[in-house]
């Protein structure tokens, strides 16, 4: 079955940087799109980060632009999220999740069909 484990979280400060993971099984990992969201507790999970199956378009929500970076490696099955600059409005918990198309239109953000979501991981930022 599919499954997506995040890793890589933690507590980071102020500036700082962390890179998360995200090792993927049970289907064929260069078939499909990626996505990174994250959830605040008491808000909405918010989409931050698509990457199409090959890699070779990437896309970013307005909060994220500039400061993440995410990218993909299908032989390792794994997707990436590097993360600078890091600001306190960072922290949540962060998911992967499996889109079902191969080249979606990320402009839809969360309303895309994803049909399989990690755990998440824990990024907490402060001083």
């Known amino acids: 079955q599919v499954q997506l484990v995040e890793s890589g979280g933690g507590l980071a400060q102020p500036g700082g940087s962390l890179t998360l993971s995200c090792a993927a099984s049970?289907?064929?990992?260069?078939?499909?799109?990626m996505a990174w969201a994250r959830q605040a507790p008491g808000k909405r999970r918010e989409w931050l980060a698509g990457?199409?199956?090959?890699?070779?378009?990437?896309y970013y929500a307005d909060s994220v632009k500039g400061r993440f970076t995410i990218s993909r490696d299908n032989a390792k099955k794994t997707l990436y999220l590097k993360m600078n600059s890091l600001q306190s409005e960072d922290t949540a918990l962060y998911y992967c999740?499996?889109?079902?198309?191969?080249?979606?239109?990320?402009?839809?953000?969360?309303?895309?069909?994803?049909?399989?979501w990690g755990q998440g991981t824990q990024v907490t930022v402060s001083s």
């Open positions: 999740g499996k889109v079902i198309w191969e080249k979606p239109n990320f402009d839809y953000g969360l309303e895309l069909d994803y049909d399989s």
């Open positions: 049970g289907f064929t990992f260069s078939d499909y799109a």
């Open positions: 990457i199409y199956n090959d890699g070779s378009g990437t």
